[in-house]
């Protein structure tokens, strides 16, 4: 079983719509959670810390339940901008980021 | 620049060629990840430094890649006698962190290897 799972996808969403994206994760010792965003043949880049107490910035929302080692990341009011392949990232203290395969979003006019 | 930067950022090998590829981290970052993204995959785990320390290789494939960073700055990750398998994104990460991802990573823009 691999470290680190998403939801498949891809999604494709109208303009506006919200969408949510889940992630699991098997090794209970992870200690740190992130979103990062990775454009068309582009590098990722962090899109946002996720916290055991949920955390918004603008219309991105993540939340961690550690009980079920599963992270959520909702987006509302999608836009043009936000098709991009959105990548589950967890590690332990001392260890490598270790990444999901990656949900593709793509959001259409 | 301040951000990481790799080298070559496109190299097209022959089968059995030998291929190294190089990493700048951002200056001071204690951590320095290397990465391989086949297309359509998430980066998948290669190996990883603490300054010159190599802490952690378990995801390189075989005895054919190698990875060092004699300094604690540069990174060097060579691939022996390369296979058409090999052909991927390598990314290379920093993070200023010295336990290794409670701050942000930062990748550069990667080297695209084709072997053929």
């Known amino acids: 079983r691999k470290e680190v799972e998403q939801d498949p996808g891809p999604f494709n969403v109208p303009e506006g719509a919200t969408v949510a994206f889940n992630c699991t994760y098997s090794n209970s010792a992870s200690q740190s959670f992130f979103w990062y965003r990775q454009d068309c043949r582009k590098e990722p880049k962090l899109l946002m810390s996720v916290y055991s107490s949920g955390n918004e910035d603008g219309r991105f929302t993540a939340q961690l339940n550690r009980a079920s080692q599963y992270i959520s990341l909702l987006i509302r009011d999608s836009k043009l901008s936000d098709s991009a392949t959105y990548l589950c990232v967890v590690n332990q203290a001392g260890t490598a980021l270790i990444f999901g395969k990656g949900t593709t979003l793509s959001v259409s006019s | 620049g301040a951000g990481v930067s790799q080298s070559p950022r496109y190299k097209v090998a022959k089968r059995g060629q030998d291929v190294a590829l190089r990493c700048d981290p951002i200056s001071g970052h204690v951590s320095l990840f290397w990465y391989q993204q086949a297309l359509g995959q998430g980066p998948e785990f290669l190996t990883y430094f603490q300054n010159e320390a190599q802490l952690d290789k378990s995801g390189l494939p075989s005895d054919r890649f190698f990875a060092e960073r004699p300094e604690g700055s540069v990174s060097t990750l060579k691939i022996q006698r390369t296979q058409q398998e090999d052909s991927a994104v390598y990314l290379c990460?920093?993070?200023?962190?010295?336990?290794?991802?409670?701050?942000?990573?930062?990748f550069g823009q990667g080297t695209r290897l084709t072997v053929v």
């Open positions: 990460a920093s993070s200023f962190d010295g336990t290794g991802g409670y701050t942000e990573a930062f």
